[in-house]
């Protein structure tokens, strides 16, 4: 078996599924995205931009594969992308998409979505992983594609940092990250909380203009990762509403079991695989800015509840959702479609 491995991000170090790979005699070759430069993403005038280099580098591996070669697409946009160029080219390379999400757009944007996802989808040699059991179901009744070209594939932490202990600070709450986050929410949980500061951290693009920020809350704007991750460590609680039921909010999610960070997000199928609700963090209902609030002030004066939380979930995270068994489950479903290919 010949695998192509395609990254969204610099593959300036190895992957941690590497040393699993070679153990197992499989090949591999890393593919990532050309020229790569984070303001393809931050910059909403250059998203074509990083679109077309997901093409170019679909195309890359497409036309260095044969036939039975698979090509794992970290990006599910890059998946659609190979899956196209697989067809054109008629290679029959198996193409695995990681962890689709397809949130809602606007009428002609889901009608050209559902076509051209359809038709990738629906081939013999191309397959999915979602992350949660829950959207199987609806991505297979959505692209009307057989539910057994899906498997589950959890997110798992990325890098594992030198062990973090459990400080209780009294600072602010912060709430980051990148697209889904539910701003209006969280701005009106703050007004609810004016004797307690706030810091959030936004992408531009995704943020409404029209949002008045509170005098209690600061806000910044595509800062670099590392300032990111140092004001959620400085931070006393997270505190992350989403906007969506589809995946949102994990990589935030699994970096604060890791710095010890209580969590209260969003009741999702999703968050749910990782947050027990009253035993590793809250879980509130969506678009719910009284109970939003009412967690966080129960949760940032409590220093013993703040510590369950953090110990639970740190346990759960590494137990069940560890690089190992990510990569362990990976290379399971790639041996899996390998062996479908193999037989149609």
């Known amino acids: 078996m010949n695998l192509k491995i395609l990254i969204d991000w610099k593959y300036d170090k190895a992957l941690s599924i590497e040393k699993e790979l070679s153990a197992q005699h499989i090949s591999f070759t890393v593919y990532d995205i ?70 809602p757009r606007g009428k002609i944007v889901n009608f050209l979505r559902y076509f051209v996802y359809h038709h990738v989808m629906k081939s013999a040699n191309f397959f999915i992983t979602v992350n949660s059991e829950e959207y199987i179901t609806e991505y297979s009744r959505m692209f009307k594609v057989d539910m057994n070209k899906f498997f589950v594939l959890h997110d798992s932490v990325i890098d594992v940092p030198q062990e973090k202990e459990f400080i209780y600070r009294n600072t602010y709450i912060f709430c980051g990250g990148e697209a889904q986050r539910d701003w209006p929410t969280m701005i009106k949980a703050s007004n609810e909380c004016p004797e307690l ?25 595509d800062i670099e990762k590392k300032d990111f991750y140092q004001y959620l460590e400085n931070s006393s609680i997270v505190a992350m509403p989403l906007n969506t039921d589809l995946p949102a909010g994990l990589i935030v999610l699994l970096n604060c079991a890791l ?27 969506m678009f719910d800015y009284n109970e939003l609030a009412k967690r966080i002030k129960q949760l940032f004066s409590d220093c013993v509840l703040q510590k369950q939380f953090t110990e639970t979930l740190f346990e759960t995270v590494m137990n069940n959702h560890s690089p190992e068994i990510r990569n362990g489950n990976l290379i399971g479903i790639i041996n899996k479609i390998y062996s479908i290919s193999l037989c149609n």
């Open 34 to 103: 050309p020229n790569y430069s984070m303001k393809d993403r931050t910059n909403k005038y250059r998203l074509m931009v990083l679109y077309a280099k997901y093409l170019i580098q679909a195309a890359r591996a497409v036309s260095q594969s044969t036939v039975n070669d698979v090509i794992v697409c970290e990006n599910f946009t890059t998946s659609i992308g190979a899956g196209i160029i697989n067809k054109m080219l008629r290679k029959k390379c198996i193409v695995l998409g990681i962890n689709c999400i397809t949130p």
């Open 197 to 221: 500061k706030f810091i959030f951290v936004a992408r531009k693009k995704y943020f409404d203009q029209n949002l008045v920020v509170p005098d209690n809350a600061q806000i910044f704007f």
């Open 259 to 285: 710095y010890r960070k209580p969590v209260i997000t969003t009741r999702t199928a999703s968050t749910s695989n990782y947050i027990e609700n009253n035993k590793s963090g809250f879980l509130v209902n």
